[in-house]
Each structure stands twice: as C-alpha cells, then as structure tokens.
C-alpha cells in the first residue's frame, strides 16, 4: 500500500522543469522548477522540455496555471508508476470481520450517554496499516447512527458515516477509513458512535462464540471500549476509557497491508532518477501519439519512438539506448534494494 | 531587395494589415529543403531556417512559394508563386456560425494587389507538396492555396 497523497507531496519538488527561454514559453512556477534532487526532466531526453510539452499537450490555448496544473499532474501520475512497479509484491496481509460469529436478537443494551466502540493500535514501526473497509451494525429496532473516528493525535474527528442499522439485521456500510502510524504519528485510533440520544438498542453479543474476537494478523490489537458521559463529536480524555467486553452491536471488517509510504518518504532522493526516467516516457509517448499540429510535434514525433525503443539492430542508425531500457534499469536497482534476492543455490544434476 | 521580393514583400504587408488584431504569422518567400527525404517548406529567420507548415498555436499562417521556373521577357520576368493559408477560421471569424471559407476567400481576394490570381486549390490538395492531413482542412481548420503570377524586374 502506498498512500497516493503523502507521495503527491514530495512528487512534485523531486526533480524539476527547466524553464525555456523562447518568448512564447509559459513561465514556470517556483515549485514547478525546484528540484530537491538537482536532477531536471530535460536531462534524460531532450524531448522532455517544458515548452515541448507546451506544444503537444492537447490545448493549444492552455493558461499558465493550467499548465503548471499538468506538468504537476504529470510527475505525480508518474511517481505512483515508478511505486507501481518498484514495491509490486502483495502488500495484502490479512482481511477478517472482528467477530466471524453468529448472534441471536434477543438481548439489547439499554442506551445511555456515552461513547462506545473500539480502541485500535497499529504497529508503530510505520510499515503496516490497517483500513476499517466496513462498519457493520445490528440493532434491535430500525436506528440511524453516526460512526465517528478519532485519533488521539487529533482533537477534531477524523471521519464519519451515517448508517441507519435496520431492525434485526446486520446492517454493513463502506468506511474505507485508513489507518497508519505515519498520519498522526504515535496516536490511537478510535471507532465508534454516541448513545445518547438513540431509541432503540444495540444487540448484545452473547450466544455461544458470538463475542469470540479474530486476531487479524495477530499485529492489531483492537479493544472494545466505553467513555461514559460523553457526547461530543471531538476527542474524549483518554483517561476516562474503560475496556468492556460489550460490542454494542457493532462489528468491523478490518484489512491488513504492508505500507511502504513511509519507506519513500524518508528515501525519496533514491527515487529521482527513475521518476525522472518514468516522466520523460511518459513525455515522449504524449509527443508520438499528439493530436496538435506545429513545428516541435513535427520535429518530436518523428524522433518519439526511437527515443523511446532505442536502437540495437539497424546498423544505419547509431546505436541508442532506448528510454524504456533506462526506465528498466532504475527499476531493478530500486527493487534490488527493497526485494534484496538471497543466497542462491546452484546444484549439479 | 531586390527582384521577386519586391512585389512578395509588399504583398506580405497587405496582408499583416489585413490580419491586425489576430495572432497570425505571415512569412515572406520560403524555400523547399529536404529533411530526411521530405521537401519542407522553411523561411530564413536571421541566419537559421525555419519551418513554416501548420501551427496550431496560431491563429493561421501564410507564406510564399515561388515555383523553381521562371521566364524571362527581355528586362523583366515572370514567376508563379503559390500563396499558401493554413488558418483557424473559428479565430478569423467568430461571428459567423457556418464553415467561413468563403468569407475567407473574399477577403485574401480584395487584399491580392501585388500578384494576379489564377486559380483557386482547396482542401488537403492545396497542400499536396507538403506533409499535411486531412484533419488539418476540417473546422476549424481550413488549408488553401492560391495560384498566381506575377511581373517583376531584376535591376542590376
């Protein structure tokens, strides 16, 4: 898993445009030209200027901000590619629903006023996160509640969904709330809804394995909680959580992944070169399949593909490493580096 | 200057008028060089050429081509010279709702002082000399090219 916001942010200041100095090229932001690497697009091929952009990007009457915007979408679009193909191995851990058991509908938790729900700790080693795909609720009688989520980094609420459970039915919807130790660092999350004000109860969770919790990968340690008196939608005093073995009709299914965001982020300079590579194929493939009609896209596309490809076997071009073969080089180095292949073993037959 | 360029040249600040206001370039006589096996059609800008085809980031261009042979009657000569346009008629015309190529004819027509039209050639066929497609004759785009002749003479 790879969080494609936290990657946007340092995408864009890795490596940099050059600005043209033709009279007729768009002047470049400061941002769009900073390079906290030192590499700059240009350099991996000559096709990938900015003012060649300019000319095969499919307006020809594109504003500056606008196209500051592109190139700015570009390299980002760019960098989750490089990501795509560096860290390619399944980063899913494990996925289970908290209590796989069945319930009965014959026992309710009278309401009070109160927050009720989960405590869950992530790992803190940054390298794992956890994404509450699903809230499932089951109530007695037909009942709208808001879900909220917290962190204790954060006194504001982080998210929330409304779902109206219904009558004697495990009622599920989509949370999609992602978890990790890197957003608010060294925070717990916190799941759950307020009771005050809610008329119909929750369902208990006690018939036979029904409050029998999975483990979930064994690396999250998820525990029912209750907050009495409490009935704001912001952070609780952590001092006042008790640990109770109540659910309070609610169940989630939780989902388990390798995060390697962190690992970029705190590396991100090992990563220019390829995203400088990724962006100047993607650049040529914009300037080979271009729909506008001028002098550069004239003079680009019809060195695009062999820019692109390269040269091994006609002996009338010179002979040119292709970009494709660059791009595939970073690649294997970056892999090299975070898939290391151990001793091999060789036997003779 | 001196010999054709004399009546090109005026013909090129008629033109310019005719096109103040709008982002549109018009070269003076071009000159066909090959690149990679292809006849290109460039104008000299200082000591470099440039290539003078379709551009989509103006509004429309224009440029001269005077045909290799010309005639010589006694003190003066003759030349064919073939006036291309490549023009964005949604930029030349923005009021007028259906294709403007006639409205585009009509004007080039009353602003051609300096050579005598012969013939009229639109459409991707006007551009058959040089490397162009056929989107680049559909609206807005308009390719067109004019035949003329024209009497001048070489002082030496």
Same mark, same amino acid.
């Given at each position: 898993?790879?969080?494609?916001?936290?990657?946007?942010?340092?995408? %864009?200041?890795?490596?940099?445009?050059?600005?043209?100095?033709?009279?007729?090229?768009?002047?470049?932001?400061?941002?769009?030209?900073?390079?906290?690497?030192?590499?700059?697009?240009?350099?991996?091929?000559?096709?990938?200027?900015?003012?060649?952009?300019?000319?095969?990007?499919?307006?020809?009457?594109?504003?500056?901000?606008?196209?500051?915007?592109?190139l700015d979408e570009i390299v980002k679009g760019s960098f989750m590619s490089v990501l795509n193909k560096v860290f390619t191995d399944d980063d899913h851990l494990d996925t289970d629903l908290l209590y796989r058991h069945e319930n009965t509908w014959d026992k309710g938790i009278t309401n009070d006023t109160s927050f009720v729900g989960y405590e869950?700790?992530?790992?803190?080693?940054?390298?794992?996160?956890?994404?509450?795909?699903?809230?499932?609720?089951?109530?007695?009688?037909?009942?709208?509640?808001?879900v909220l989520v917290f962190n204790s980094a954060k006194d504001a609420l982080v998210s929330s969904v409304e779902v109206t459970a219904k009558a004697k039915t495990v009622t599920?919807?989509?949370?999609?709330?992602?978890?990790?130790?890197?957003?608010?660092?060294?925070?717990?999350?916190?799941?759950?809804?307020?009771?005050?004000?809610?008329?119909?109860?929750?369902?208990?969770?006690?018939?036979?394995?029904?409050?029998?919790?999975?483990?979930?990968?064994?690396?999250?340690?998820?525990?029912?909680?209750? %907050?009495?008196?409490?009935?704001?939608?912001?952070?609780?005093?952590?001092?006042?959580?008790?640990?109770?073995?109540?659910?309070?009709?609610?169940?989630?299914?939780?989902?388990?992944?390798?995060?390697?965001?962190?690992?970029?982020?705190?590396?991100?300079?090992?990563?220019?070169?390829?995203?400088?590579?990724?962006?100047? %194929?993607?650049? %040529?493939?914009?300037?080979?399949?271009?729909?506008?009609?001028?002098?550069?896209?004239?003079?680009?596309?019809?060195?695009?593909?062999?820019?692109?490809?390269?040269?091994?076997?006609?002996?009338?071009?010179?002979?040119?490493?292709?970009?494709?073969?660059?791009?595939?080089?970073?690649?294997?180095?970056?892999?090299?580096?975070?898939?290391?292949?151990?001793?091999?073993?060789?036997?003779?037959? | 200057m001196k010999g054709i360029d004399i009546p090109i040249q005026s013909q090129v600040d008629i033109f310019k008028d005719m096109w103040t206001g709008t982002d549109t370039k018009v070269y003076g006589r071009i000159f066909r060089n090959e690149r990679d096996g292809n006849n290109v059609p460039e104008a000299l800008d200082g000591n470099e050429y440039k290539e003078v085809l379709i551009d989509d980031t103006k509004d429309g261009i224009c440029f001269f081509d005077v045909r290799p042979e010309r005639e010589i009657n006694g003190g003066s000569h003759t030349a064919v010279v073939d006036v291309y346009f490549a023009v964005n008629l949604s930029k030349l015309y923005p009021s007028v709702t259906e294709r403007a190529t006639e409205y585009m004819l009509n004007d080039i027509l009353k602003h051609l002082q300096w050579l005598k039209p012969l013939r009229i050639v639109t459409g991707t066929e006007s551009f058959a000399t040089w490397d162009v497609k056929a989107e680049h004759n559909m609206q807005p785009f308009f390719l067109l090219r004019i035949e003329t002749i024209v009497n001048y003479k070489i002082t030496c």
């Open positions: 898993m790879i969080s494609n916001s936290k990657i946007s942010s340092i995408a %864009v200041d890795l490596v940099g445009w050059r600005q043209s100095n033709h009279p007729d090229a768009v002047v470049l932001d400061a941002d769009t030209v900073k390079k906290d690497s030192g590499l700059e697009y240009d350099a991996a091929s000559a096709l990938c200027s900015a003012y060649n952009v300019q000319l095969v990007q499919d307006n020809p009457d594109i504003t500056a901000e606008q196209f500051n915007d592109l869950i700790n992530i790992p803190k080693n940054m390298n794992v996160s956890a994404v509450i795909n699903n809230v499932l609720l089951e109530f007695i009688g037909e009942q709208a509640v808001k599920e919807k989509a949370l999609s709330q992602i978890m990790n130790a890197y957003e608010y660092f060294g925070g717990r999350w916190f799941v759950g809804y307020l009771r005050s004000g809610l008329t119909k109860e929750a369902a208990d969770r006690d018939f036979e394995q029904s409050n029998l919790p999975s483990f979930c990968g064994g690396l999250l340690d998820i525990k029912p909680i209750k %907050v009495a008196g409490w009935d704001a939608e912001t952070m609780f005093d952590m001092n006042d959580i008790e640990y109770t073995s109540n659910t309070y009709g609610m169940n989630l299914e939780v989902s388990l992944y390798r995060d390697f965001t962190q690992m970029v982020l705190t590396n991100k300079n090992r990563f220019a070169t390829s995203l400088q590579l990724q962006v100047a %194929v993607d650049i %040529v493939d914009l300037i080979s399949n271009s729909m506008r009609s001028n002098k550069n896209e004239r003079l680009s596309k019809s060195n695009a593909l062999l820019e692109l490809a390269g040269n091994k076997n006609n002996f009338r071009v010179p002979e040119l490493v292709g970009l494709h073969d660059r791009l595939i080089a970073e690649i294997r180095k970056l892999r090299a580096t975070y898939y290391p292949v151990g001793m091999k073993k060789h036997t003779l037959r | -």
